[in-house]
């Protein structure tokens, strides 16, 4: 199911720009992060000032403010974002970034707000549904891979900018380039996904066989319990039948006692005459 209203269509810079954020949180580098953030807006002519920095970047803020907030962004960074394997709460991490791009009065296109409430949703998601899988240790392989090849980009690009300074032919030697890198990429793609996947199938399995040992604890547990249960209620059995006897044993015995008692009255009462008389007799 999709919702056409959290569909954003991007283009390459926005792509690479909020791709970079989440590659970012990946390695824990809230100097990157921040970078990428600076760029969640394109200049736009009614929105005066724009601040152009040493390293050619545009954006809202002055230098001195993108130092503070790149400051800000790492604190938050080592707080909550140690980067892969450290379970890495991407909601948590959102949450505070868009804190800051508040508190500097950051302004961020629509696409890249959808694109965060997307991540926001599916994140949410997969933690209400399997608390134990992460979603940026499960996107690592694709977020490593575009890491390597941007920085390789930049080497060939910088190679290229050389080869245009020095030889007349650096033009072409730029486009046999991008062109190998084409085709590099497209046969390494797939082996990427191949490989998410298969980190994928490893981690539902391994989460089916703790499921299965876990149902197998259970069930002895519960076959002990049964167990236990069976043996009380046989010993409370075995105990009511033994009271049971013991008070149809007194009963017995006291109507006994209660018969006897009148004969004995009877037996008492003709022997009494008796010896008045022949005490009568006596003394007669």
């Known amino acids: 199911m999709v919702d056409a209203g959290m569909v954003a269509q991007l283009d390459p810079k926005e792509s690479s720009n909020f791709v970079g954020l989440i590659a970012a949180l990946g390695e824990g580098d809230g100097t990157k992060a921040a970078l990428y953030l600076l760029q969640f807006t394109s200049p ?28 800000d962004v790492v604190a938050l960074f080592a707080n909550v974002c140690a980067g892969y394997g450290t379970n890495v709460d991407v909601g948590e991490v959102l949450r505070g970034v868009l804190e800051l791009v508040k508190r500097y009065s950051l302004r961020i296109d629509a696409n890249y707000a959808t694109l965060v ?8 998601l997969a933690r209400r549904v399997c608390p134990t899988y992460n979603v940026l240790d499960a996107a690592k392989p694709l977020l490593q891979s575009r890491s390597h090849f941007l920085s390789t ?22 486009r046999l380039r991008r062109k190998f890198r084409k085709i590099i990429i497209r046969i390494l793609t797939p082996i990427v996904y191949m490989k998410k996947n298969w980190m994928d199938d490893q981690f539902f399995n391994r ?3 703790q499921q299965n040992k876990t149902q197998q604890t259970s069930m ?14 046989y010993a409370v059995r075995i105990f009511a039948t033994l009271l ?14 209660s018969k006897q008692e009148p004969q ?5 009462s003709c022997l009494i005459p008796q010896e008045e008389g022949e005490d009568e007799n006596n003394t007669l």
């Open 44 to 71: 736009q002519p009614q929105d005066e000032p724009w601040y152009t920095h040493d390293d050619g970047l545009t954006c809202q803020i002055s230098p001195q403010q993108r130092i503070e907030f790149t400051k």
């Open 244 to 257: 049971a006897a013991q008070q149809a044993t007194t009963l017995v015995s006291s109507v006994s006692f």
């Open 264 to 268: 004995q009255q009877e037996i008492s």
């Open 117 to 124: 409430v997307n991540v926001l949703c599916i994140e949410g």
């Open 207 to 209: 989460l089916r066989e």
């Open 153 to 174: 980009r930049t080497t060939i690009d910088n190679d290229d900018d050389n080869d245009n300074h020095h030889h007349g032919i650096g033009e072409i030697c730029k």
């Open 220 to 233: 002895n547990t519960g076959w002990v319990l049964k167990r236990m249960i069976f043996l009380f209620e």
